[in-house]
Each structure stands twice: as C-alpha cells, then as structure tokens.
C-alpha cells in the first residue's frame, strides 16, 4: 500500500498518469513571499514593481487571498523545500530550484555586475574589454566581498561564486531583503565589493547621490540575461496555484504590466540594449505557459 501511494504522489507531481483523475486542489490563499520591497523613480512618481505585481494578480485573482510577507532569499527557499504553501513573488530560474519548485516567468533580467567602490576599481582583475574576473577577485585576500546569502544570480555566477568554501575574502550575510544594505556597506569602506542587478544604482539614485561613489562593471563568462519568474513548491498545492498565477499573466494585458514594471527599474541605456531580446521574450509572456 505505502508503494502504490508513493507511486501515485510522485505521478501527481510528474504531471501525469493518475494525477489527471485526482480531485482538484483548492487554492484560496498564497503566503506571498517577497524579497525585494525597491522603490524606483518614474518621472515624478516613485514605484514599487513588486507591490504593483502583487496588486495587479490580487485584482485578478479575486478568489485567492495573497498574504505578502517579507523575506530574504535564503528563508524563501527554506519555506519553499519543506513545501509549505507559499509562492516567491521574483526568484532566478536555475536548475537546483527547477527541482524545487514550479515557476512561471516574469522577467528577462540583464546580467548581474559587480559593485564595486570607484576608488578600488583599478585593483580588480580586469579583461580588456572592462570586464571584471571574478575567479581572480576571489582569490584576491586583499579586496573585500559581500553577497546575501541564499540569492542566485543566475546560473553562471552560481557556478563562480560556488568555489571553495571557507573564503574569508567573501561574506555570506543574511538580511531582511535581497542584500539593499550592502550598498551602503561598500560606500563606508565596510566592504570593496557585491553582486547585483543594474536596477539597483537606478534605486538607490532616488535616493541621492550617494551612488555616485560606486562603479557597475560586467562580470566575464557572466553576460547573459537572466530569467526570473515567480516560484511555488513542487506539490500538487503549487502546481495549482501557479497554473492560477500563469493564466493570469499569460495574456497581452499581463505581458504589458510585467515589461513596464521593469521598464522603471532599469537605465535607459540598458532598456534599449535589450529591447529586442524583451519584445521576444514578451511576446511569449503574452500567452499562458505551455506544459505548465
């Protein structure tokens, strides 16, 4: 008996053979799980995407209560491996969290940078087209690093940033966000240097000028865009609750939502830079995910 109900758990979570005959999951409320609570200038309004994503699926969804809570990287994915019922509101897609979890994509992401102070930028270990090598930076014990812990940068920057462990050089710390701290720790001397997205100096530039002591530079076998999507854990709860979320984003309107909210957190430059690859990528967002 334990084998057949083994059996007919992992078909339900494949997709396939007995879980079509099972009864529906009731999905009526997602403890929403976000980390990134920026706000970005538009004009002379200021916005924040991940609330703007939040209400734009609450309106849609109107038989499902979404219960916001913020929560770093490291604590979302803890939730989300003991399959608790909860969703990450914006997660990097790789391929241990594809193990994880079902997603539904939101964003094309451009690449992260490193940040780093602009009095320490001629001590990185640079190529000759500006870029940053990272496994020469790492390796270097006299410049400074922070991540947050638990944050994926992409597939590519995972596999860099997963070398030996024990590097005194590279602090994992924990925090209430995706690291937003971290900045400010660098502009104080704190640290030389962190990962992140191009959107974050466009934030912190609403702010003041305080960003004006810090340099984005491309990071070396690093410069393709990631996709980010929204995550729910792989149990036939999440499988129902993304194919909720999917549908609702799966149309012209939800493409059109999703590109303008990440039109504003991103420089112009960088917007026109990637036009083409989000008109293709939207395009696509624009109607429900196949399979899913």
């Known amino acids: 008996m334990k084998r057949r109900t083994a059996a007919l758990a992992l078909a339900a979570l494949a997709g396939g053979g007995q879980a079509a005959e099972a009864p529906p999951v009731a999905v009526d409320t997602i403890v929403w799980l976000v980390s990134n609570t920026m706000a970005v200038p538009d004009g002379d309004a200021t916005r924040r995407p991940a609330d703007e994503l939040t209400q734009w699926l609450q309106a849609r969804l109107p038989g499902v209560a979404f219960k916001p809570v913020i929560a770093n990287a490291e604590r979302s994915w803890v939730l989300i491996r003991r399959q608790q019922r909860v969703c990450h509101a914006g997660a990097a897609r790789t391929a241990e969290r594809e193990r994880l979890a079902y997603f539904t994509n939101t964003w094309l992401v451009p690449p992260p940078q490193l940040i780093v102070r602009r009095d320490r930028r001629d001590a990185l270990p640079l190529d000759s087209q500006g870029a940053v090598d990272l496994p020469a930076l790492l390796a270097d014990t006299s410049l400074r690093g922070i991540v947050p812990q638990g944050r994926s940068y992409g597939p590519a920057l995972d596999a860099l940033l997963a070398g030996p462990a024990g590097r005194p050089q ?75 979320i999917d549908a609702a984003l799966g149309t012209p309107e939800g493409a059109a939502m999703l590109r303008d909210t990440l039109r504003v957190s991103l420089p112009a430059d960088t917007q026109r830079a990637y036009a083409d690859a989000w008109d293709a990528f939207f395009k696509q967002r624009s109607r429900p995910t196949p399979g899913l």
């Open 170 to 244: 590279l602090q994992h710390l924990f925090g209430g966000d995706y690291g937003s701290q971290l900045l400010q720790m660098i502009e104080q001397g704190r640290a030389d240097y962190t990962l992140d997205y191009p959107n974050v100096l466009v934030t912190r530039a609403s702010r003041g000028p305080g960003d004006a002591a810090l340099a984005a530079l491309p990071v070396k076998g690093a410069l393709e865009p990631v996709i980010s999507g929204i995550a729910c854990p792989r149990t036939p709860w999440g499988r129902a609750a993304i194919r909720r």
